[in-house]
Each structure stands twice: as C-alpha cells, then as structure tokens.
C-alpha cells in the first residue's frame, strides 16, 4: 500500500464527540481521503510520562478523564481493538533509537485519543496503540520519537499525535467567544504554518523563545508537544498541509495538520 502520512489533531474539549462542528467534518473529510490504514499510533497530550509508555491491551477501554460533563459524554465508548503485536514492534524502534520505552498493557484511549477517531474512524475497527508522551523532555525529545517511528508509515500504520494548536485553559475565565477571539491565537496559529511550511525544524523545536505569544498560547507544553511525534514520523522533507478546522470558544485554534511526502531511511 502507499505509504501514509502521518497527523497531527487538535482534539478541543471532550464536548467534541456530542458537538464535531466543523473538526468533525474535517476529520471525516480526511478519512475518506486517505488510505484505510492497518493500523494507529496515537500520541495523546493526555498521556503523560518520565519515559515512553506504549499501550499493549488487547481491548483498550474508553477512558472518561474529565468531570462536569452531560452523562451522555460518559456513555459514549469507543470499542476498538488494539494491538499488542504492534505495540512491541512500537516499542522496538523507540528502544532501537535509544529511547527507553516500556510496554503497558492495561492502557486504555484517553479523551486525547478516541474523541477524534470517533471522529474520524467512527466504526472503531481500526487496531489502536495509544503512545505517551513526555512533557519534562521537550520538542527534541517528541521529534527523535516520531523520527523513531516513521518506518511504520510504510507497514500501513497511520502515526498521529493529538493535542491543541493552542491550549490555555485559564482563558475559560476571560470572555472570549467566536465574536471575541484571544489576541495571541492568529497569530501563533501563522507562525506554526509559516514554519511548517519552510521546512525550519530548528525554529520550531524553539518555538518557546521564537513564537509569537509562546507563553499565552501554551502555559505548558503537553498539547503542543504531539505535533513533533507527527511530525517527525513524517520523516525528512515532508510537506505540511494545514487544515482549518476554526477556533473553538474563542482561544482554542482547532488546526489540523498532514504531513506527506517524505519515506523513512
């Protein structure tokens, strides 16, 4: 089969399952767009540990990690199988690369991971591999991981890393609205596709000092970080092609991201 690109997705609020808007539409529009992939990785800003964690269960339960929401949220589940073959072989190209990872094999998928591929793949038929994330390590570390995955893009897997283009949730407090929208959100959203776009790799492992409203547009680096899993999953070369999917309440830019092109060495 062609080789996969790889993605990045901004998953929003949990209220994303029971109200897709205009993500939801993009996500389907992307699923019919690619290839049926074998397989998923997905690197979810809602997994978070010291070193890789790569989840192995057979059958790996929805995960309802967030309170205060209607009890319907907390009905939905989203059945998909996993893979545990394929989290071993997961876990031997982040061990190859000098990455420590371990297997665990009760994880489940995290609100990071099935709210946008219950979107995307509603069916839930698709084998699934949740992956954490490693917040304490930064943007180098989550581009070697991805790097470290890219050969699974030609066994048909489709690697994915799902967080926010822009994350601050202290901003639920501030008023903003589709009519109000933060200051700091377009024009961070501009840098991130105008570095992309280029190719400079090196300005956006720095994006802390380098981008506009660094600070405001992500407090902490959990939701950001899974863009560079995708992104160096597509290996070198790789074109970038941005996906408006809008801004939800005002401050959280929904962008989704594909990388194409370029094979692993």
């Known amino acids: 089969m062609p080789s996969l690109p790889s993605l990045y997705i901004s998953h929003g609020s949990p209220m994303t399952a029971l109200q897709p808007g205009a993500t939801g539409a993009r996500l389907a529009e992307l699923a019919q767009a690619l290839p049926r992939p074998k397989a998923i990785v997905i690197a979810s800003a809602h997994w978070l540990a ?59 998928l995290d609100h990071g991971a099935w709210v946008p591929l219950h979107l995307l793949y509603p069916a839930a038929d698709i084998p699934v591999v949740p992956l954490s994330i490693q917040p304490e390590l930064g943007p180098a570390h989550q581009y070697a991981v991805g790097r470290a ?39 961070f959203i501009g840098w991130v596709e105008q570095k992309l776009a280029a190719g400079d790799i090196d300005a956006l492992l720095d994006y802390r000092r380098q981008a506009p409203f660094a600070q405001h547009a992500h407090p902490t680096d959990e939701h950001f970080l899974p863009l560079y899993v995708a992104l160096g999953a597509a290996g070198d070369g790789a074109q970038a092609q941005r996906i408006d999917a809008g801004i939800d309440l005002g401050f959280l830019a929904m962008d989704i991201y594909r990388f194409d092109g370029a094979r692993p060495d």
Do not use: K, W
Request: hydrophobic content about 35%; proline content about 11%.
């Open 149 to 187: 995955l890219a050969p699974l893009r030609e066994e048909g897997v489709l690697v994915i890393g799902s967080g926010s283009i822009t994350h601050n949730l202290h901003d639920l407090r501030s008023g903003y609205s589709a009519e109000r929208e933060a200051p700091y959100v377009r024009p």
């Open 50 to 108: 010291r070193s890789p964690l790569v989840g192995g269960a057979a059958q790996p339960e929805t995960i309802h990690d967030f309170y205060g929401f209607p009890r319907e949220l907390y009905q939905l589940r989203y059945p998909a199988p996993g893979a545990p073959a394929l989290a071993a072989r997961v876990a031997g190209l982040l061990d190859h690369a000098g990455l420590a990872p371990q297997l665990d094999p009760q994880r489940g």
